[in-house]
DNA sequence: GAAGCGTATTCCTTGCGGAGAATACGGTTG
DNA sequence: CAACCGTATTCTCCGCAAGGAATACGCTTC
């Protein structure tokens, strides 16, 4: 059953995050361990464990990873990731998640318009 | 997060069968192996994880046990029963159980009135 | 109270997933 | 090409969950 690799890839607190996060749009890794506040080793080895199952790809532009969820989600996918976002409103957890998220945001933009990054500068949000 | 826990339960084919039967009603141990034609050790151990994570709830009616979900379920649990009841229209394995469910559903009329029993009678449905 | 039924709980083996540390990889910059 | 950055992959340890076999439990019946 497909249904249970999905709940598989739920029943995980730092995936949860990751999924939920990534509704609002295309992130880097980078990102992700500011957002979330995990090690990089972490964030690195849940987004593999989602990619391999399928609940997200990746494409990656110079040195950085940006992970998205997939354009064309299956009607399960689609249902549970409704539920994820359902269930999330109201938990402060998800809520400093996105918080965190829209204080990066601006230093990003180009990961959302897709386009190559210009400066090197500093990919972490500050 | 409670919502880990839930998709803990959901992320096994014998428990998501379970659940998705205990939508329709009450039922009591000895049916659910006629309707997913699984072990009675498997059945009982699935039930047990539910239980004590309280996704279901049991009741002792002489030799029988009769599982339930909770009357009152969290929001996070309402919200992913739905999406799992929605999830398994159209698919083979859940539309047999329920099928298998209806034919056995005359001989535990009492199961749903809650009415202790009163043949002896086999509980298996046949 | 002994036998029978339905159900729960052990005991064991097996496999998978989580975490962290260290390291390897690919790409960019000078 | 050397140094550096962001990311991925090992490796090892540990805990938990799944499965089956055997057994224990609670209740009813005779």
Redesign the interface.
Known sequence: ?E??KI??C????TR?RLLHVLAQGPVCVCHFQAVLGEPQVKISKHLAYLRARGLVGSERQGNWVIYALPAKPS??LQ??L???Q??ARG?P?FKRDLARLKQIEPSCAWVRAGEPQKAPGQCRGG
């Open positions: 059953m249904l249970v709940y598989e739920l029943c995980d607190p949860l009607r399960e249902a549970n409704a539920c994820l359902d269930c938990n957890v």
